[in-house]
C-alpha cells in the first residue's frame, strides 16, 4: 500500500519541519520533506499540520503481566524476588489466571498502541513470546539475547549470560537483563558480576539499575552498555529509582520502560510525566523534552539494535504517531499528549488506531475498524478490542475495569 501523509509538521530529537510530507511505500518511508515527488497516483491525506513523531518504543515490559492494579503490600522491597512472591500469592493473581495469556498479550499490545507506542520489548524467554504473542497489534521485539537477573536466584531464562552475550554480539542483537534491582548482596554486584564474566559491552542493555554505583556507572560508560529506566515501577516497589542523572552526565545511554502494569505505570504517558518529576524533584533541573523524547525514539532503537526505527527518514519503517500540538512547541507537546492528542498510529505502513476524523482513510484502505471510546474520546482501531474486553470479563466473571484499556462502545 502506498500513501501520503500531508502537511505535518515532522519532530525528531534534532529538528522540526513544518509543511513537511511523508511518503510511505510498502512498510517503508519512501521519502519525507516539504518537496518531495510522487511518480504515482496515491491516496493522499492532508494532516492540517499535525505533529508527526516516530512510533515510541517502550524498552521495558513483560506482557503476560498485563492486569492491573499494582500488586505489593510489603513496600519498599528488597529485591524483586520478594515482591514476586508477594505477586504470586495474592488474590489479583489469581483473578489474572484465568485470563487466557494470549489475551493478556493482547492487552498489553493495545496498552501500547493507544499511547502511539508502535514497538515493545517483551522481557521473556523466546518460546512464551512465540505461543502466545501472535495477534499483538504492535511490534514485538524479538530478537535479543536474555538473562532474568544477574543473581543466583536469577530465574532460569537463556542459555546462560556468556553464551547469550556471545550470540548478541555475534548477531548485532541487544542483551538484555534485569540489573541492581534491589539491595541484597548480590543485587549489589550485579554489574561488577557481569563484568567479571565479560558481558559489559555495546550490546548490554541493563534493565533498572536502581543500585548502581559510581565505579559501575564508570563501567557501563566504559562498555558503552545502555540502561533501561522504569521510573514508576522502580519508585512503587522500591522508593528509589536509577542514578539517572549521573548516568545521563556520564553518557550512558539512558532509554525508558513502563514495566508491566503490576508494578509499572499505566501507560506511556504516565512514565513520561513521572520521569520528569522525578528528575525535577531529586536534582532540582529539569529534564528536558527532547531528551525525554530521544529515550523512546533514536536512543530506543540505539539500545535495540533496530537502525530501521526510532527517525522518521527516508528507508526507515513507517512507524509514525500523529499528535495535536502546538507545533511552535512540539516537544512540550510530546511530553503533554494524553489519549485525547494520539490522532493516528501507522506500524508499519499501515494505520492502526486513530480518531474519528481518520474513518474515511480506513474505509478507503479497507482496513477493517471498530469504533470505540478512548477515555472518552472517540476513535477507531484495527482488530476487536471490545471482544477483547468481553473475554476477559467473562474469563473473570465481573465488569473488571483496567485503567490502561479506558476503552468503552462508542
Ligand atoms: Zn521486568
Redesign the pocket.
Known amino acids: 500500500m502506498d500513501w501520503e501523509i500531508k502537511n505535518v509538521t515532522v519532530v525528531s530529537p534534532q529538528q522540526v519541519e513544518s509543511k513537511a510530507s511523508i511518503f510511505i511505500k510498502g512498510h517503508k518511508i519512501a521519502a519525507v520533506g516539504r518537496h518531495i515527488k510522487i511518480d504515482e497516483e496515491v491516496i493522499s491525506i492532508d494532516c492540517n499540520g499535525l505533529l508527526a513523531f516516530p512510533g515510541f518504543i517502550n524498552c ?1 515490559d ?1 506482557l503476560l503481566g498485563t492486569y492491573w492494579p499494582r500488586v505489593g503490600d510489603r513496600r519498599p522491597y528488597l529485591n524483586w524476588l520478594e515482591w514476586d512472591n508477594d505477586l504470586k500469592s495474592s488474590p489479583l493473581y489469581t483473578e489474572r489466571q484465568q485470563i487466557d495469556s494470549q489475551d493478556l498479550y493482547q492487552m498489553g499490545g493495545y496498552r501500547h498502541l493507544l499511547c502511539g507506542v508502535t514497538s515493545v520489548q517483551d ?1 521473556i524467554p523466546h518460546f512464551v513470546r512465540e505461543l502466545f504473542g501472535k495477534e499483538v497489534p504492535i511490534r514485538i521485539i524479538s530478537k535479543y539475547g536474555l538473562a532474568h537477573s544477574v543473581t543466583s536466584f536469577a530465574l532460569n531464562w537463556g542459555e546462560g549470560i556468556e553464551k547469550e552475550h556471545n550470540l548478541a554480539k555475534e548477531n548485532n542483537i541487544p542483551f538484555i537483563t ?1 540489573c541492581s534491582e534491589g539491595f541484597d548482596e548480590e543485587t549489589i554486584r550485579s554489574v561488577e558480576t557481569l563484568h567479571r564474566r565479560g558481558a559489559l559491552s555495546k550490546q548490554t542493555v541493563l ?1 533498572h539499575g536502581i543500585a548502581f554505583s559510581d565505579s559501575d556507572i564508570d563501567l557501563l560508560a566504559e562498555y558503552g552498555c545502555h540502561v533501561v529506566w522504569c521510573p514508576v515501577s522502580n519508585l512503587y516497589m522500591f522508593s528509589r529509582t536509577a542514578p539517572v542523572k549521573k548516568l545521563l552526565e556520564k553518557n550512558v545511554n539512558v532509554v525508558l520502560g513502563t ?1 508491566s502494569p503490576m508494578s509499572g505505570s499505566i501507560n506511556l504517558f504516565e512514565e513520561l510525566r513521572v520521569a520528569q518529576a522525578y528528575f525535577a524533584q531529586a536534582y532540582g533541573q529539569k529534564l528536558s523534552e527532547k531528551t525525554l523524547l530521544q529515550m523512546v525514539t533514536t536512543q530506543a532503537a540505539r539500545a535495540m539494535c533496530l537502525h530501521e526505527l526510532g527517525e522518521i527518514a527516508e528507508n526507515k519503517w513507517a512507524d509514525i504517531v500523529l499528535i495535536d500540538g502546538d507545533p511552535k512547541d512540539p516537544y512540550q507537546a510530546f511530553a503533554n499528549m494524553d489519549y485525547e492528542h494520539i490522532r493516528l498510529v501507522v506500524l508499519n505502513g499501515r494505520p492502526k488506531y486513530a480518531s474519528e476524523e481518520f474513518i474515511q482513510v480506513f474505509e478507503a484502505m479497507k482496513i477493517p475498524y471498530q469504533k470505540i471510546l478512548v477515555a472518552g474520546h472517540r476513535k477507531i482501531v484495527d482488530g476487536d478490542i471490545l471482544g477483547l474486553l468481553a473475554r476477559v470479563r467473562k474469563a473473570v466473571k465481573f465488569h473488571k475495569i483496567l485503567d490502561f484499556l479506558p476503552v468503552e462502545p462508542w
Do not use: K, N, R, V
Open positions: 521495558h513483560h522481557h534485569h534493565i514495566d
